[in-house]
């Protein structure tokens, strides 16, 4: 079976397997893990291989920054003493750990080799951890601590994985002094590039109103900043993080509306192609590692469970320590002890930092034990998507941790209502400044008017507190039914000869939009 041949099957599994999961309930990311693994445990199945700068340089960018970009930074703010600690202490604490018992179970595993693949495993998947989190309605703020932590932790997880990587091909890792430095200086490196990149691509934003032009530049900005990064011996990572950061503040300033559209669309459909063809490839590629392991390490399964069980221990002893930071968090310590410890699952960052594992040392000898911390990395990987994935709905509904709907329903409410307040306002400057035609003005001050007292209306009954309260699902439901029917009145009309086609092209597209506003 040719690669084309292989992509293109793994992207139909994907599309059937996010289908099912829509209707189950249940995170596509770990059901795509399973449905891999059985299809790769079929009679007939080629083996899979996939190139170590693969996922690295093409898929990796693009979902970091889609991640970044999706932070709300005011939110970050308030949590980020626990992130940093959580993204820097953790990691080192993870990748220690991991290191020490990988070395107890399989002696031959050096403590350097171990080391790799603890920093492998500190890393987190940020892309499927906030879709995970959205879905399940987490509060703001533990919302911007799971998104916050699970992207900064893979910075510094992977610049740890560069240093331990480059000292054991050159056969020593760096002294006590040299180590720190080298990973500041990548660190460091890595931020400023990402940032000076993000202030020209806000440039280039700001100088174009064209929304596909305008996409094509989101799409590019994460792979530009990455090799720009990385031919400058920084952190390719740590600058898309950032870069993503700053242009995820800014992002509302610098574009319109359409193209703003057009770009979350692009990258809806880019992050579900690549992440779900990753995720696959994990369930995938395991029948292939295991079968080119050595009769030495044919027991990779119980390191692989005992190296699974370490991470998710760390990472409750860790967070249960971090709630004891003074400031939010303390307030409701138990219930953010069961819902981040448990949102840590690992995905595409940690195989495509284990993928990217060179074949050999500087010294032309194969790099020690690749292929076990392959299986390893994969293995544990796919336990955490399944595990903490198909669970992690279970946890949040049993310590109760969710959003509160009507809350949020009121402030956008009054949001809606305010912005529109201020558009009726400059209207009346205009009219008094004689500015604009009286006839534009009044044509638009008609459809304003009719905006705001929709408005008012939403307003009024988000602050009615008594009765029976519709819940946000059903609302879904119901517009999306109203949506349905003016559709079909639309099409009817045309067969009817009562409207054009273009009229019908016209109306339907404010009809997708509402429709997608309703999803929001």
């Not at 920054?65 to 932070?71: G, I, K, R, S, T």
């Not at 509160?404 to 306002?425: F, G, T, W």
Request: neutral net charge; aromatic residues 4%.
């Amino acid at each position: 079976m040719h690669t084309a041949e292989i992509v293109l099957a793994l992207l139909v599994l994907a599309t059937l397997v996010a289908v099912f999961a829509e209707r189950l309930r249940l995170p596509a990311p770990s059901l795509l893990v399973l449905a891999g693994l059985a299809v790769g445990l079929l009679p007939g199945v080629p083996d899979v291989h996939v190139a170590p700068d693969l996922v690295s340089l093409v898929v990796l960018p693009p979902l970091l920054y889609a991640a970044a970009v999706d932070v709300v930074i005011t939110d970050l703010q308030t949590v980020l003493k626990p992130v940093l600690v959580l993204a820097l202490g953790l990691v080192a604490a993870t990748a220690v750990t991991v290191a020490l018992v990988l070395h107890a179970i399989t002696p031959s595993v050096s403590i350097e080799a171990a080391l790799v693949l603890g920093a492998v495993l500190a890393s987190t998947d940020p892309v499927a951890v906030s879709a995970l989190a959205r879905r399940l309605q987490l509060p703001p703020k533990l919302l911007a601590l799971v998104q916050g932590e699970s992207l900064l932790n893979d910075a510094t997880s992977l610049l740890l994985f560069r240093v331990v990587v480059g000292g054991v091909v050159a056969g020593h890792l760096a002294g006590p002094v040299h180590f720190p430095l080298q990973f500041v200086g990548l660190g460091a490196g890595g931020a400023a590039i990402g940032i000076a990149c993000g202030l020209v691509v806000r440039q280039l934003h700001q100088r174009t109103d064209d929304a596909v032009v305008a996409a094509v530049i989101s799409l590019l900005t994460p792979y530009a900043v990455f090799v720009l990064a990385e031919v400058a011996h920084t952190s390719g990572v740590t600058a898309v993080v950032f870069g993503g950061l700053y242009l995820g503040r800014r992002r509302f300033q610098m574009s319109r509306g359409p193209a703003r559209l057009q770009t979350a669309h692009l990258y809806g459909v880019v992050v579900f192609l690549l992440e779900s063809a990753v995720f696959a490839v994990i369930g995938l590629q395991l029948p292939t590692l295991v079968r080119h392991l050595t009769s030495r390490e044919d027991d990779f399964f119980l390191a692989a469970l005992a190296v699974t069980a370490t991470l998710l221990v760390v990472r409750v002893l860790w967070v249960w320590a971090v709630s004891y930071l003074p400031g939010e968090l303390e307030q409701r310590r138990s219930r953010v002890v069961a819902v981040t410890s448990w949102a840590g699952t690992r995905g595409v960052v940690p195989l495509a930092a284990a993928l990217s594992i060179p074949l050999t040392t500087h010294a032309g000898a194969p790099f020690p034990h690749r292929g076990l911390l392959l299986v390893l990395a994969t293995t544990c990987t796919a336990m955490t998507l399944v595990a903490q994935g198909l669970t992690l709905g279970a946890v949040v509904s049993r310590t109760g941790v969710v959003a509160d709907v009507d809350a949020l329903s009121r402030e956008q409410a009054v949001a809606r209502h305010a912005a529109l307040s201020a558009a009726m306002n400059r209207l009346d400057e205009l009219r008094d400044r004689e500015e604009a035609s009286p006839a534009a003005i009044d044509g638009l001050r008609r459809e304003f008017a009719d905006r705001l007292d929709r408005a008012a209306g939403l307003l009024a009954a988000a602050d009615a507190v008594t009765g029976p309260r519709a819940t946000r699902e059903e609302m879904r439901t119901l517009r999306r039914e109203l949506i349905a029917v003016q559709s079909a009145r639309l099409h009817q009309l045309v067969d009817d000869g009562r409207i054009s086609e273009p009229v019908r092209r016209r109306v339907q597209r404010l009809l997708d939009l509402d429709e997608a506003r309703s999803a929001d």
